[in-house]
């Protein structure tokens, strides 16, 4: 037989970080719906922020919403590889200069 159910909540009602307890379980070939449990909740390893608010501080804190240790490598060599060009533009700079100089 199907079963179909709407419910609302008001905002007390609603729990940041829990979970309702299981109330279908398979027994013998048969499911069981354990209507005594059907109000319970348990918590949840859950962060403390939701996504939106953890985006909020980071936009108003000009951080990234999020980084790794590769995103960190990342940053670090792009940094080098500006740092090796710069060197390089210089270093052309300077043998131009010797060639100009010859040709005088």
């Given at each position: ?31 069981e719906v354990d209507y005594n449990s059907f109000h319970e909740t348990y ?62």
């Open positions: 037989m199907t079963c179909q159910a709407r419910s609302s909540y008001i905002t007390s009602e609603i729990l940041w970080g829990y979970r309702f307890t299981p109330v279908l379980t398979l027994e013998d070939g048969f499911y918590e949840t390893n859950t962060p403390v922020y939701s996504a939106k608010e953890l985006a909020e501080m980071a936009s108003r804190a000009e951080l990234p919403l999020t980084w790794s240790v590769s995103s960190k490598l990342d940053q670090h060599a792009e940094l080098e590889t500006e740092e090796e060009e710069k060197n390089q533009e210089d270093q052309n700079e300077r043998n131009g200069d010797v060639a100009n100089l010859e040709d005088e």
